[in-house]
C-alpha cells in the first residue's frame, strides 16, 4: 500500500517537475505532449505500472487544463498518440529490467557452482588427460595421493602413476565401464610405495583446451585395511567357533552316552549279584558279566578322556572393555546385516564398561547372538537387531541382544540351549549351547525374554572390572 | 531302624538299574523321575538317604539339594551323581554339605559303598577320629608334588586345569593322581575331598 502511493507520489513529482520544465522551453516555442515523456519514463523506470498510468493520466488533465486546443479532436488525437507512445516506452523500460534481473540471478547462481566446484577439487583427487593419456593437470589431494606436486604431475603419463591404466578400457560401452567402476588399481607413489585406488572415468569430446577425460580417484588404503581386519577377525572367529562347538559336541556326547552306559554297568552288576546267589553254577556266568561290565567301563574312560582334550575348561580372564570390543566385530557384524538386510544399532554405554572376559569368546558368544536375531527378524517389515551394553549395578555390565523377529514360542524357551536341538532348517543346534558355555565360564547366565521390539532378548551378564574403568 | 534310599533320575533305564541293584543288595530303594515329582510326594520317613542326577530338566540337582537341606536338614544326606562337565562343581557341593558324589559312569561297588557309606552315616557310626589318624598317615606318605597334585583335586580342578597350573603335562598330571590315589588308599575323588574336607 504504501509502495502503491510512494509511486502514485512519483508520479505527481515528476509530472509536476516536467510542466515547470515546460513552463521554462515556452521562451523557445511551443511544446505540447513531447516533454511530458521523460515523466512517464522516469516513473516507469522507478515505480510500477499503476504509477505510469497515474503519470499519463496527469499529463493529459494537465493538457486539456493548461492547453487551448482548437479542436476537440485534435486534442483527442494528441492525447492518444501520447498513451501508446508512453506505453510503448514503458514497456520496454519492464522488459529491460527483468531482464536484467536475471541476468544477476544467472550470475549468482553460477559463481555459487563454482565455488561447490572448487571446493570439490580442492579435497576430492582429480586428474584430467589429454587424449593420448598425458595429465594435463591434477589437484592438490590427487598430487598428494601420489607424493607429488601438481606441477610435477603435469605432463607425465598417467600410466607412471597407475602402471595397469589404459584409457581406452573406460571408452567401452555403458555396460564395460559400470564393470571397470568397480575395478581396484594399484597406484604408485612417487616415493615408490603402493596403494589401492578406485577409478572413474568422464568423457569431455569437445572440450576446447585438449583435456578429454577427467578422472575421479578414490584411496582405498583404510577401507581396505577395515576390510581387512574384519576378514582376520572373521577367520578367527570361525577357528574358535569349530573348536567350541566341537568340545560342545563332545560334552554333549558324552553325556548322552554315559547315560545308557551306567545304566548297562549298573544292571550287569545286579546279575552279577544274582548270579553269585546262585553258586557255583553261577561261577562261569558271574565272570563274563565282570569282564562285560570293564569293558563299559573303558568306554566310559575313554569318552571321558576324549572331552577332557577338547573341553575348553581354563579361560584366562583379562581386563577388557565392552565398547571397542563390540566395534571390532562391526566389521563382521556389516557383512552379516548386508546379507540378510538388516539393520543392526548400537546402544553401549561406552564409559562404565571394563568387565573381566576373554575377548575372542565373548566375542563369539556376541557374533552367536547377533546371527540369530538376524536370522530371526530377517525377511520381517523393517527388520532390526539392537545390541544394548550397560553396567546394571556396581559388579555387573550386562549385554543384551533383541530383535523384532518372530520370537521364541513360550514352550521351546526351555530347549532352546539344548545341544544338536535346533528351530532353523540349515542349523546344528550347536550355537545357543556353545554361547551359553561361554557365557557361564564367565560366571554369568544366558537369560532370554520377549523383547519390546517384539521378537526375543538375549542377555548375559559380565563381572565389571572397577578401577580401571575410569582410567 | 529301617533306613530308605530314594533315587531321583529323569533317566528310566539309569534310574531302574540303579533301584535293581540297590534292591539285589537287600536296600528298600525308590524312584523318583523328577525332583519335582520327589518333592510333589515326600516320602514320610523319618530318616532317608538321597541318591540324585545332577543334571536333570526343571529342577537339576543341585537345586534338589538346596530344597532338601531346607526341608530336611541334615536328616537326609545326598549323593550327588554327576557327569564329567560338572566335577568341579559337584566338589564345590561337598564343601557345602553333600555327603558323596559319584562320577559317571561308575562301578556300581562304588555305589554300593556310598550308599552303605551313607547309610552307616544315619546309624550314627562316626569314623572321623579314625578317618582323621588314618588320613594323617597316608598324607605324611605323599611327596611335595603328589600333595601340590592333591590339593588340585580337592580344589575340583580336572586334570588339563592341574597340568596348566603346575606347568607339567597332562599325562603326567595322570601318572601322579593315580600315585596319590594308590597312597591314600581310595580310588575315587571323593573319597579325595572327604579328606581335603577334614583338612581345610
Redo the contacts between chains.
Sequence with gaps: MRRAWGGVLIAVATVSLTLIVRAGLQLFGTFYYLPMVPAVVVTAVLAGRRATAVAIGLSILANVVLVQRTDAMDAAANAVLFVLVCVLIAEMCWALRRHRSQADELALRLARRDQVLNTILASVPVVMLDRDGVVGSVTPSAGRLFATTEAGARGRRFDSFVPAFDLNIFAGDEAAREGEAARVWTGLRDDAKTFPLNIRAGFMPKAPDGDHAVLVLTDLTQSHAADARARELHSQLNRVWRLNSLGEMAASLAHELNQPLAAAVTYLHASQIDAEKAGPFGESAGRNINLAKTQLLRAGQIIRRMRELLAHESRSLGVERVAPLVADLSGVFGMIERAGGVTIRYDIDDLNDAVRAERIQIQQAMLNLVRNAVEASAGREGPQVLIIGRAVSDDHFEVRIEDNGVGIPEEEMGAIYRPLMSTKSGGMGLGLSVTRTIVESHGGVLKVEKSALGGAAFSFRLMREQGSGEG | MEYSVFVIDD?F??R???L??LR??GIRARGFASGVDFFANLPETEYACVVTDM?M??MDGAEVVRRLAEVKGADWPVIV?T???EVSMAVQMMKEGILDFIE??????R?IEAVEGCLGHLAGHDVSQEAREDADRRLALLTPRERQVFDALVDGL????IA?QLDIS?RTVEIFRAKVMQKMQTDNLAALVRIGILYS
Design positions: 533317566d533305564a539309569m531302574d538299574a540303579l535293581t541293584v539285589a543288595r543334571r530338566p526343571q551323581i557327569g564329567h562337565a559317571k559312569p561308575f562301578d556300581p561297588n555305589l580336572s586334570n588339563k586345569q596348566l597332562p
